[in-house]
């Protein structure tokens, strides 16, 4: 999907599946991470096989050429759709508006290679003794892009947005409502929210209801927003405003110059960055379609870019005017079963027994149809591998690997659909539902890179080879914005679809799969589930062995019941202009976007 949905911001997002950015919320960019350089030089990428390996790659170029004073840089955002142009971290929703944010904004608090947050970043912090109450203080350098000092005002400012009942975002989740009293201010029933005290203008106290170990590994709201910018606005009119349309304001290393709306951006240098004064004096963002990124790199035209397709990467690997920096992501592409409805009243989904997907045994047969290792082979060269369970191997700790999750077997996929009554009564080729009525099953997935529809069609043949009529929604692919309008909608002609979720720095899953969670958007809900994520983050889950059981539990639940499966783990490789200096992907490098440079005036060219 490439909404960067849910929870927060350190959190977790939906994202394109095919032009490849999903989180909750990205929270600040990849590079903005606190750690120690990893960066070493890539050996053969290839494998003797044809194949290739995320293992082969390095995920950071430092300085290898002396960078000139000042100079410009592109930064291609690939997509074959318009950023939407929501750009504050409070409201956002997709990926491509995360990926215009990182260059001028970010959350107050960095994180270490663990996931864990610092006291490296625009704020410190401290957790009281139980665990409940973190105080958090501002750095005294740390200004908006207008000169005014960004205060504890804002950041209490920010949770009184999200939580004002105008608010029609996404961040009002299980994590919000933790903090004590928000849910009183949400209804109503407060004029304030009590567990936020603002101690001193830098300084301000938040106490959460429940002590849990995600609140130092994204936990904490960290996105301020300026109360002097937006205080006197109405909450549902701040999204479509100017000053978060045309004229942004952050606090990050550049400054929002000019805006072609869903095109391009123009940045320029915050000279007044709390880190120090970058060293590129402007960066501009441009959309680049996946189809002619490619062409853009070799001529020069962008000198770097979100990510790369990797279906492409095969026939491009010895361009030789880039790096190629490859990380595995912290995310997986997944079909999702439309299973009921969001109450908006209520902000819940609600599970509908009655679904045509509701059926176990049906959407285990869909899952077990798919032979994800060839398609991780077929269409990305290795650089994508089936995915067993909905927590990848970004986070190790706590990724069952032992767990096999519904594995390739037609055979048996046959045998669940024959004992759950599909069978064609016809001599269609296609089974009926259990009832004998016509079953067709309405696939909805995004238009893309060029794999995009060969890989649903790949996915429609394996389905029918077991018996399943299934059919691309209106017969073909939408593009990223329409398809998220109708799925988030709950529209009735949707019975599966695909998308993909970055997960965020903390593991918890409740970001798309809670009862109350909005991007939970197979309307999936199960009184285990609920039980597993709270567990996950009770003051029990504080023992790290407990927190790697519940949520080893938790895996295989999702296994059992199918509301949705993963079908591949993902690697992200970005190709990076010779010319550019300290650059990288991923998680802990340690390395900041103030510290990107170039070493000559023009991009590099392939001959």
């Known amino acids: 999907m490439i909404l960067a949905a849910c929870n927060e911001s350190t959190s977790q997002t939906e994202e394109e599946p095919e032009t490849e950015t999903e989180s909750g919320e990205t929270e600040t960019n990849e590079t903005e991470e606190t750690a120690e350089e990893t960066e070493e030089e890539p050996e053969d990428t290839e494998q003797a096989d044809g194949l290739y390996s995320i293992d082969n790659f390095s995920?950071?170029?430092?300085?290898?050429?002396?960078?000139?004073e000042g100079g410009e840089l592109t930064f291609g955002l690939v997509s074959d759709t318009a950023f939407d142009g929501i750009l504050n971290f409070n409201f956002y929703d997709g990926d491509p508006d995360a990926q215009v944010l990182e260059w001028f904004d970010e959350g107050m608090l960095t994180w270490d290679e663990n996931y864990v947050y610092t006291n490296d970043g625009a704020a410190t912090y401290t957790m009281s003794?139980?665990?409940?109450?973190?105080?958090?203080?501002?750095?005294?350098?740390?200004?908006?892009?207008?000169?005014?000092?960004?205060?504890?005002?804002?950041?209490?400012?920010?949770?009184?947005?999200?939580?004002?009942?105008?608010?029609?975002?996404?961040?009002?989740?299980?994590?919000?409502?933790?903090?004590?009293?928000?849910?009183?201010?949400?209804?109503?029933?407060?004029?304030?929210?009590?567990?936020?005290?603002?101690?001193?203008?830098?300084?301000?106290?938040?106490?959460?209801?429940?002590?849990?170990?995600?609140?130092?590994?994204?936990?904490?709201?960290?996105?301020?927003?300026?109360?002097?910018?937006?205080?006197?606005?109405?909450?549902?009119?701040?999204?479509?405003?100017?000053?978060?349309?045309?004229?942004?304001?952050?606090?990050?290393?550049?400054?929002?110059?000019?805006?072609?709306?869903?095109?391009?951006?123009?940045?320029?240098?915050?000279?007044?960055?709390?880190?120090?004064?970058?060293?590129?004096?402007?960066?501009t963002l441009k959309v680049v379609n996946p189809n002619v990124v490619v062409?853009?790199?070799?001529?020069?035209?962008?000198?770097?870019?979100?990510?790369?397709?990797?279906?492409?990467?095969?026939?491009?690997?010895?361009?030789?005017?880039?790096?190629?920096?490859?990380?595995?992501?912290?995310?997986?592409?997944?079909?999702?079963?439309?299973?009921?409805k969001w109450d908006e009243e209520n902000s819940v989904n609600v599970y509908d027994p009655e679904s045509k997907m509701a059926n176990v045994n049906l959407r285990k047969a869909m899952a077990?149809?798919?032979?994800?290792?060839?398609?991780?082979?077929?269409?990305?060269?290795?650089?994508?591998?089936?995915?067993?369970?909905?927590?990848?191997?970004?986070?190790?700790?706590?990724?069952?690997?032992?767990?096999?999750?519904?594995?390739?077997?037609?055979e048996l996929a046959k045998q669940l659909l024959d004992e759950a009554g599909y069978v064609d009564t016809n001599g269609d080729n296609f089974r009926e539902d259990p009832e004998g009525n016509e079953l067709v099953i309405n696939f909805a997935s995004m238009s893309g890179g060029e794999i995009a529809e060969p890989l649903v069609q790949y996915?429609?043949?394996?389905?029918?080879?077991?018996?399943?009529?299934?059919?691309?929604?209106?017969?073909?692919?939408?593009?990223?914005?329409?398809?998220?309008?109708?799925?988030?909608?709950?529209?009735?002609?949707?019975?599966?679809?695909?998308?993909?979720?970055?997960?965020?720095?903390?593991?918890?899953?409740?970001?798309?799969?809670?009862?109350?969670?909005?991007?939970?958007?197979?309307?999936?809900?199960?009184?285990?589930?609920?039980?597993l994520i709270e567990e996950g983050l009770s003051e029990a889950a504080f023992d790290l062995e407990t927190r790697i059981k519940t949520y080893k539990d938790w895996q295989q639940l999702m296994v059992e019941e199918v509301p949705a499966f993963p079908t591949v783990y993902r690697a992200i490789l970005v190709p990076v202009n010779n010319r550019v200096q300290n650059y990288a992907i991923g998680d802990g490098t340690g390395i900041?976007?103030?510290?990107?440079?170039?070493?000559?005036e023009a991009a590099e060219t392939a001959e």
Do not use: C
Request: glycine share 8%; charged share 25%.
């Open 459 to 531: 996915y429609i043949q394996a389905w029918g080879q077991i018996g399943l009529n299934v059919q691309m929604l209106d017969g073909r692919l939408h593009e990223f914005n329409s398809f998220y309008d109708r799925v988030e909608a709950d529209d009735e002609a949707i019975d599966i679809y695909q998308a993909a979720w970055s997960v965020g720095i903390d593991v918890d899953p409740g970001g798309l799969w809670g009862e109350q969670t909005f991007y939970n958007m197979t309307r999936w809900t199960n009184e285990e589930n609920t039980r």
């Open 129 to 283: 003794e139980d665990n409940k109450t973190a105080t958090i203080t501002i750095r005294d350098n740390v200004n908006w892009h207008d000169g005014e000092p960004v205060k504890a005002e804002d950041l209490l400012f920010a949770h009184e947005v999200i939580a004002d009942p105008e608010y029609d975002g996404v961040r009002f989740d299980g994590t919000l409502r933790n903090v004590e009293g928000i849910e009183e201010y949400h209804n109503g029933e407060a004029d304030t929210i009590s567990g936020i005290e603002i101690v001193d203008e830098k300084t301000l106290k938040i106490t959460y209801k429940e002590a849990t170990p995600s609140l130092i590994t994204g936990g904490i709201w960290t996105y301020p927003l300026a109360k002097h910018i937006f205080g006197e606005m109405n909450v549902a009119d701040i999204p479509s405003s100017p000053e978060v349309r045309q004229n942004p304001i952050g606090f990050g290393p550049f400054k929002v110059e000019s805006i072609v709306p869903g095109e391009s951006v123009v940045y320029t240098k915050n000279e007044d960055y709390w880190r120090g004064e970058p060293k590129l004096d402007k960066v």
């Open 59 to 68: 995920n950071v170029k430092g300085e290898d050429a002396t960078p000139i």
């Open 592 to 600: 900041y976007r103030h510290q990107l440079a170039v070493s000559a």
């Open 368 to 410: 077990h149809a798919l032979d994800n290792n060839t398609v991780g082979e077929r269409f990305y060269h290795g650089l994508r591998w089936a995915g067993t369970t909905l927590i990848p191997p970004s986070h190790p700790e706590y990724h069952d690997s032992e767990n096999p999750g519904l594995a390739y077997d037609p």
């Open 295 to 340: 062409e853009s790199l070799k001529n020069g035209e962008v000198d770097l870019v979100s990510s790369f397709p990797v279906d492409q990467f095969p026939d491009n690997a010895e361009m030789a005017n880039v790096t190629w920096l490859g990380v595995t992501d912290r995310a997986y592409t997944y079909i999702g079963f439309k299973l009921g």
